[in-house]
């Protein structure tokens, strides 16, 4: 067990009713994390925008019982999920050690989307670390003695272990993940928030629109895709690569240079799903209509020359990157020329969060 993320309560702590509401992010990597160990530790370093508007609402409810095992109930968008609550267990089981009291209270889940369900927003991240946010509230109402900044520390560190990048959604701007030797304050075990002074300001102003180029379930869960990467042929690479695509990022993010971000930017995106391609067994989550979107971006750059980039999560969408001083122009674009490529002609304007 860490020490340092141990309960601060007092043993002789109370056990009272009360509720607790937390909102949550969700995030986009640039530099992506593919694959991971034993208790959710990354085999690579990452980074990620969080976003704005795309959020997860999470109220939790809770009161004192007397037997003894996990209690748990979830609403989604005030509908009873019976199917979510084990996953909530299972993520209560991993942290019992860090939260005594998780055993001793009843729990009643709401929570909501500001984004559709199974729309491709990584919901996972989002809700995990809305939910660990909640828990750290409520050690503090029982008594904790976290100050902020252990209490978003311990939030990210509880969100891993519900779901690997729900780490990096506790902290607005660009969150790392994973330890590496040239980033001071890098863990596998939480999130790190890179610090804005060392952004350039025109990554600040950065848009992020979402084509929903399909809404349904994934065909391979990123779960399952993750543990592909054990004895893939090309996955030590694959791991030496991101960490030095992240080392050159951290540059590029300082310098302001767009077009080498948009570069380092696809390259990963491509580099993610080559290595679905050639996974045993092999799958494709891009859709025909994911392709052509891309084509039709780089051909609308080539001849414009705005600065419009795109990168990929494990699924079919695209995040259309691009900074606010070309926002006009390529949001005429999208509407009239991407959105036929989105489901039902759906797609979502974000940005980033700083």
Not at 169 to 182: D, I, P, Q, R, T
């Amino acid at each position: 067990m860490e020490k340092q993320f141990q309960s601060t309560l007092q043993s002789n702590y109370s056990l009272q009713a009360g509720e607790v509401s937390a909102q949550s992010p969700s995030n986009i990597a640039l530099v992506k994390y593919w694959g991971k160990k034993k208790n959710q530790i990354p085999t690579n370093s990452s980074i990620s925008y969080t976003l704005t508007h795309s959020f997860t609402t999470t109220n939790l409810q809770f009161k004192p019982k007397e037997e003894k095992g996990f209690d748990v109930n979830v609403f989604l968008e005030g509908e009873y999920k019976e199917s979510f609550a084990p996953k909530i267990i299972t993520f209560f089981e991993r942290i019992t050690d860090y939260l005594p009291f998780l055993e001793q209270l009843s729990f009643e889940v709401h929570t909501s989307n500001s984004f559709p369900h199974s729309s491709g927003i990584a919901s996972s991240a989002s809700g995990m670390s809305a939910i660990a946010l909640c828990l750290v509230e409520i050690e503090q109402q029982l008594g904790g003695t976290l100050t902020e900044d252990e209490r978003l520390k311990k939030a990210s560190f509880l969100a891993r272990l519900g779901s690997g990048s729900a780490c990096r959604s506790v902290y607005k701007g660009l969150v790392e993940w994973g330890e590496n030797h040239f980033m001071e304050g890098s863990s596998d075990l939480y999130g790190f928030k890179y610090p804005d002074a060392e952004v350039h300001e025109v990554f600040k102003t950065f848009h992020d629109t979402i084509l929903l180029i399909h809404e349904g379930q994934k065909s391979v869960s990123s779960t399952v895709g993750h543990n592909l990467m054990i004895g893939h042929p090309y996955a030590e690479r694959r791991f030496e690569e991101a960490n030095e695509n992240l080392k050159q990022l951290l540059a590029i993010l300082k310098s302001g240079d767009i077009e080498a971000f948009g570069k380092l930017v696809e390259h990963e995106a491509l580099t993610l799903h080559a290595m679905m391609m050639m996974s045993d067994p092999a799958f494709i989550l891009m859709k025909p209509h994911t392709v052509a979107a891309l084509e039709k971006l780089w051909e609308f750059r080539r001849e414009t020359g705005n600065h419009l980039y795109f990168t990929l999560d494990a699924g079919a969408n695209v995040h259309l990157l691009y900074p606010a001083q070309d926002a006009e122009a390529i949001e005429i674009f999208i509407e009239e020329e991407l959105k036929q490529f989105c489901q039902n002609g759906n797609y979502i304007k974000d940005k980033v969060n700083f």
